[in-house]
């Protein structure tokens, strides 16, 4: 990989939102006492429309984070955003866990509990109502969040579902920069 490709890279990795949502210690009882090892969740998001989270796995938590990190990073996926909110209300399932997502006018805020919060901010959505219904273990929690996004449509994809105009379902929509999968 050549210096100027490098460079690129450290700038696409240098403007990411980077947050660590749960981190949690195992012991493992062996002859000589307790040896401790430690999972990290975390999120990555460039603010605009693309998200990703990883799960990382290791005897000390700076390495934890930093595998999750890398992991997070191969994983990001672009969801369709309008004006700072979803396009439509959505429900997530995964598991015992289930998150209820919903649009918000101008001004709401982000209204989500921590694990689903981190996830928004990180995607940048500034206005959002959000339930966790069901279970709260973050783990599934987060993947609940992921299912619900990947239930997202834009208005276009959902007027090419339907094979109709984008203008005969929503008469006043202009086409706005709305980042798409």
Aim: hydrophobic content about 40%.
């Amino acid at each position: 990989m050549s210096r100027m490709n490098r460079r690129r890279q450290d700038d696409d990795a240098s403007n990411l939102i980077e947050k660590v949502i749960y981190i949690n210690r195992v012991a493992k009882v062996v002859k000589g006492g307790r040896r401790f090892s430690f999972s990290a969740i975390v999120v990555v998001g460039d603010g605009e429309g693309k998200v990703g989270v990883g799960f990382g796995k290791a005897n000390e938590v700076p390495e934890a984070i930093r595998k999750g990190m890398e992991k997070a990073k191969g994983q990001m996926k672009s969801y369709p955003l309008v004006t700072g909110t979803i396009s439509h209300e959505v429900l997530g399932h995964f598991g015992a866990g289930r998150v209820l997502l919903k649009p918000a006018s101008p001004g709401t805020g982000v209204i989500a509990g921590a694990n689903v919060r981190a996830i928004m901010e990180a995607l940048g959505v500034h206005n959002v109502l959000t339930k966790s219904l069901g279970s709260s273990n973050p783990h599934n929690c987060v993947r609940a969040v992921f299912d619900a996004l990947g239930q997202l449509e834009s208005a276009e994809q959902y007027a090419h579902r339907l094979g109709r105009p984008v203008d005969e379902i929503l008469p006043n929509y202009t086409v706005q920069a709305v980042t798409g999968a």
